[in-house]
């Protein structure tokens, strides 16, 4: 047997051997894994530090591009007033989505107060006739307590032969009686358990626009871009304004010195009198009230309305004249509009 053993080795031995040699292979596998993953990660850091290089790259260009515009005396006062049209364009731009978000947040409020009416009345008028219900059952328990009352004084008061040949029908009657007043007390409690869920039930959550809703939106933000469009176009940079939002600087020349300080008063005049312009909230319902005339929209469940169908400028004065041109706002997406109409 000892010969045996050293031959083919104990059992045991080899049990355990075996385990270690799982052991080293599943680590193995897991130091394969994570190994993997770890070069994955390099690659992807790679990647991430390679997109920073070129982007920074890229800035230092066009800060070196606009570092040559500056110190060029011909065409510095042309960098000045490139920012500042871009800079009123930007401005008209947040005027605008404000604008949206206020109006987004008011017909919000409006429909909501309207629905939280509509539900408390709705809950008040559950109340109402919870309350009835529970009158209706106080009344019904007196009666079932002064009947059960009245039938066990006259149980007690029968004398021995009446209680003989009456006194298990009576017994019978106020058992029943017991029963139904237990039953009456139970609903009642019910009943007063429903109206404390009816006082304390909370409102309902805060609820989206329908599509109407964000139609009627999206027409007062056409009207108000309108609005804008035309106070610039009178100064004739609205064209001007959208042109460096879309081009880099140094691809538009505005003309000499004194031509760009020209410009540059015109900005500022025109900047200013948009501060101080208001009391035209008349002027852009009537004129959301025509551009809704003309609007068509891809579907029904669509807000948005076609930018072909909407090219009607509409000039509304003083004395209510109307006067059209056309000024395609949505499909040029002046005021960047485009994502600031409601959806």
């Not at 991430?48 to 890229?58: H, I, K």
């Not at 404000?98 to 429909?111: N, P, T, V, W, Y």
Request: aromatic residues 6%; neutral net charge.
């Amino acid at each position: 047997m000892s010969s045996l053993t050293a031959i083919f080795g104990n059992s045991a031995e080899k049990t355990q051997d075996s385990d270690k040699l799982m052991d080293l292979y599943w680590n193995r596998a897991e130091l394969k894994k994570e190994f993997a993953g770890m070069r994955k990660e390099q690659w992807r850091l790679k990647d991430l530090v390679r997109e920073q290089e070129g982007a920074t790259a890229r800035l230092q260009q066009k800060l070196d591009h606009l570092e040559s515009l500056l110190v060029d005396p011909d065409w510095a006062h042309n960098v000045v007033v490139y920012y500042q049209l871009r800079g009123l364009a930007r401005k008209c731009e947040r005027k605008l989505a404000r604008f949206a978000e206020q109006l987004k947040q008011q017909r919000e409020q409006k429909k909501h107060s309207t629905v939280l009416v509509d539900w408390n009345e709705k809950r008040k008028a559950e109340g109402r006739s919870v309350e009835g219900e529970i009158l209706d059952k106080l009344d019904r328990i007196q009666q079932l307590e002064d009947q059960l009352e009245s039938e066990q004084h006259r149980l007690t008061s029968m004398s021995g032969m009446a209680r003989w040949f009456r006194g298990r029908s009576v017994m019978k009657l106020v058992d029943s009686l017991a029963v139904s007043l237990e039953a009456a007390v139970q609903e009642e409690k019910g009943l007063r358990e429903r109206l404390k869920e009816i006082k304390t039930r909370q409102p309902p959550d805060h609820q989206g626009l329908d599509i109407a809703a964000k139609r009627s939106i999206n027409l007062m933000i056409l009207a108000f871009a309108q609005q804008l469009y035309i106070h610039f176009a009178d100064a004739g940079i609205a064209a001007l304004m959208k042109e460096a939002t879309e081009k880099s600087v140094g691809s538009v020349n505005y003309g000499n010195q004194y031509e760009c300080a020209q410009l540059l008063e015109t900005i500022h005049k025109a900047a200013d009198r948009l501060q101080t312009s208001s009391n035209f909230v008349d002027v852009l319902q009537k004129r959301a009230q025509f551009i809704g005339n003309d609007a068509r929209y891809p579907g029904e469940s669509n807000p948005v309305p076609l930018a072909g169908s909407v090219v009607t400028l509409y000039r509304i004065d003083g004395n209510g004249l109307v006067r059209e041109s056309e000024a395609d706002i949505a499909g040029q997406n002046y005021w960047g509009i485009s994502k600031i109409f409601s959806r």
